[in-house]
Protein backbone atom coordinates (compact mmCIF):
# COMPACT_ATOMS: atom_id res chain seq x y z
CA UNK A 1 0.00 0.00 0.00
CA UNK A 2 0.92 3.67 -0.69
CA UNK A 3 2.09 5.96 1.76
CA UNK A 4 -1.29 8.58 2.59
CA UNK A 5 -1.68 11.58 0.46
CA UNK A 6 -2.35 15.44 1.60
CA UNK A 7 -5.55 14.54 0.29
CA UNK A 8 -6.12 11.36 2.59
CA UNK A 9 -5.82 13.96 5.43
CA UNK A 10 -9.52 15.13 5.21
CA UNK A 11 -10.79 11.51 4.75
CA UNK A 12 -9.70 10.32 7.91
CA UNK A 13 -11.32 8.46 10.66
CA UNK A 14 -10.45 8.11 14.03
CA UNK A 15 -10.91 4.68 15.08
CA UNK A 16 -12.50 3.77 18.66
CA UNK A 17 -9.10 2.03 21.08
CA UNK A 18 -9.53 -1.18 22.03
CA UNK A 19 -7.04 -2.50 24.96
CA UNK A 20 -6.46 -5.86 23.05
CA UNK A 21 -5.26 -4.21 19.96
CA UNK A 22 -2.89 -0.99 21.37
CA UNK A 23 -1.51 1.12 19.24
CA UNK A 24 2.11 1.48 18.88
CA UNK A 25 4.39 4.10 20.93
CA UNK A 26 5.15 7.36 18.77
CA UNK A 27 8.18 9.12 18.57
CA UNK A 28 6.62 11.81 20.41
CA UNK A 29 7.20 12.30 23.98
CA UNK A 30 3.88 14.28 24.87
CA UNK A 31 1.76 12.04 22.36
CA UNK A 32 0.15 8.74 21.58
CA UNK A 33 -0.39 7.34 18.48
CA UNK A 34 -3.81 6.80 16.97
CA UNK A 35 -5.93 4.30 15.17
CA UNK A 36 -7.74 6.12 11.84
CA UNK A 37 -9.10 4.70 8.66
CA UNK A 38 -7.97 5.97 5.37
CA UNK A 39 -10.91 6.53 2.61
CA UNK A 40 -8.59 7.50 -0.59
CA UNK A 41 -9.18 5.84 -4.10
CA UNK A 42 -6.38 3.79 -3.51
CA UNK A 43 -6.73 2.92 0.47
CA UNK A 44 -10.41 2.56 0.97
CA UNK A 45 -11.14 1.95 4.50
CA UNK A 46 -7.63 0.77 5.19
CA UNK A 47 -6.20 0.95 8.79
CA UNK A 48 -3.48 2.70 10.03
CA UNK A 49 -1.89 4.69 12.98
CA UNK A 50 -0.26 7.91 13.37
CA UNK A 51 0.48 10.41 15.77
CA UNK A 52 -2.19 12.70 17.00
CA UNK A 53 0.30 15.71 16.52
CA UNK A 54 0.31 14.63 12.40
CA UNK A 55 -2.53 16.88 12.05
CA UNK A 56 -3.15 19.76 13.93
CA UNK A 57 -2.29 23.71 11.78
CA UNK A 58 0.05 24.27 14.25
CA UNK A 59 2.29 23.39 16.43
CA UNK A 60 4.69 20.57 15.76
CA UNK A 61 3.97 17.62 13.82
CA UNK A 62 5.25 13.95 14.37
CA UNK A 63 5.32 12.11 11.13
CA UNK A 64 4.74 8.85 12.80
CA UNK A 65 3.14 6.24 10.18
CA UNK A 66 2.63 2.57 10.30
CA UNK A 67 -0.07 0.37 8.51
CA UNK A 68 -2.51 -1.48 10.72
CA UNK A 69 -3.80 -3.67 8.11
CA UNK A 70 -1.48 -5.85 6.27
CA UNK A 71 -0.72 -4.89 2.95
CA UNK A 72 -3.11 -5.74 0.13
CA UNK A 73 -2.33 -7.11 -3.14
CA UNK A 74 -2.48 -4.42 -6.40
CA UNK A 75 -5.48 -3.21 -7.16
CA UNK A 76 -7.30 -4.59 -3.94
CA UNK A 77 -8.86 -1.40 -2.62
CA UNK A 78 -9.91 0.03 -6.05
CA UNK A 79 -12.31 -3.62 -6.34
CA UNK A 80 -13.29 -3.28 -3.63
CA UNK A 81 -14.27 0.59 -3.79
CA UNK A 82 -15.95 -1.02 -7.27
CA UNK A 83 -17.88 -3.47 -5.28
CA UNK A 84 -18.64 -1.14 -2.70
CA UNK A 85 -20.37 1.19 -4.90
CA UNK A 86 -22.13 -1.37 -7.16
CA UNK A 87 -23.79 -2.40 -3.75
CA UNK A 88 -24.51 1.19 -2.94
CA UNK A 89 -25.99 1.69 -6.67
CA UNK A 90 -27.88 -1.75 -6.37
CA UNK A 91 -29.24 -0.76 -2.88
CA UNK A 92 -30.00 2.82 -4.30
CA UNK A 93 -31.99 1.43 -6.89
CA UNK A 94 -33.77 -0.95 -5.24
CA UNK A 95 -34.81 1.56 -3.13
CA UNK A 96 -36.59 3.57 -6.42
CA UNK A 97 -38.13 0.35 -7.77
CA UNK A 98 -39.86 -0.49 -4.09
CA UNK A 99 -40.87 3.38 -4.14
CA UNK A 100 -42.70 3.01 -7.27
CA UNK A 101 -44.27 -0.32 -6.44
CA UNK A 102 -45.44 1.25 -3.52
CA UNK A 103 -46.81 4.28 -5.61
CA UNK A 104 -48.39 1.55 -7.84
CA UNK A 105 -49.80 -0.44 -5.06
CA UNK A 106 -52.09 3.19 -4.10
CA UNK A 107 -52.64 3.49 -7.30
CA UNK A 108 -54.11 0.08 -7.92
CA UNK A 109 -56.09 0.50 -4.79
CA UNK A 110 -57.40 3.92 -5.61
CA UNK A 111 -58.36 2.67 -9.29
CA UNK A 112 -60.34 -0.16 -7.39
CA UNK A 113 -61.97 2.32 -5.36
CA UNK A 114 -62.94 4.21 -8.48
CA UNK A 115 -63.86 1.62 -9.95
CA UNK A 116 -66.33 0.33 -7.82
CA UNK A 117 -67.75 3.92 -7.43
CA UNK A 118 -68.21 3.62 -11.21
CA UNK A 119 -69.90 0.35 -11.00
CA UNK A 120 -72.44 2.21 -8.34
CA UNK A 121 -73.10 4.63 -10.35
CA UNK A 122 -74.30 2.44 -13.45
CA UNK A 123 -76.22 0.39 -11.59
CA UNK A 124 -78.11 3.26 -10.48
CA UNK A 125 -78.13 4.94 -14.06
CA UNK A 126 -79.52 1.45 -15.23
CA UNK A 127 -82.15 0.94 -12.98
CA UNK A 128 -82.92 4.46 -13.98
CA UNK A 129 -83.29 3.47 -17.83
CA UNK A 130 -85.13 0.55 -16.78
CA UNK A 131 -87.98 2.75 -14.94
CA UNK A 132 -87.63 5.25 -18.14
CA UNK A 133 -88.33 2.14 -20.56
CA UNK A 134 -91.45 0.75 -18.25
CA UNK A 135 -92.91 4.88 -18.30
CA UNK A 136 -92.91 5.43 -21.84
CA UNK A 137 -94.38 1.38 -22.49
CA UNK A 138 -96.87 2.36 -19.62
CA UNK A 139 -97.48 6.27 -21.91
CA UNK A 140 -97.45 4.62 -25.59
CA UNK A 141 -100.51 1.60 -24.22
CA UNK A 142 -102.19 4.25 -22.74
CA UNK A 143 -102.20 6.97 -26.13
CA UNK A 144 -102.80 3.86 -28.23
CA UNK A 145 -106.17 2.99 -25.63
CA UNK A 146 -107.21 6.33 -25.94
CA UNK A 147 -106.66 6.18 -29.59
CA UNK A 148 -108.77 3.15 -30.29
CA UNK A 149 -111.32 5.02 -28.06
Given at each position: ?????????????V?????D????P?????????ERT??????V?????N??????????K??F?M??D???????????R??M?F??K???????????????V???????????????Q???????N????C?I???????I??W??
Amino acid sequence: MSASSSRSINLLHVGNLRDDDPCPPCDCQDAISVERTAWTDDNVAGRFWNCKNTLPAEGPKCKFFMWKDKEMEKGYYKERRGKMRFELKRKEEFSEVSKVQKKLVKLQQAMEADKQVFETQLMELMKQNKMLKCGIFVMVILVIAMWLK
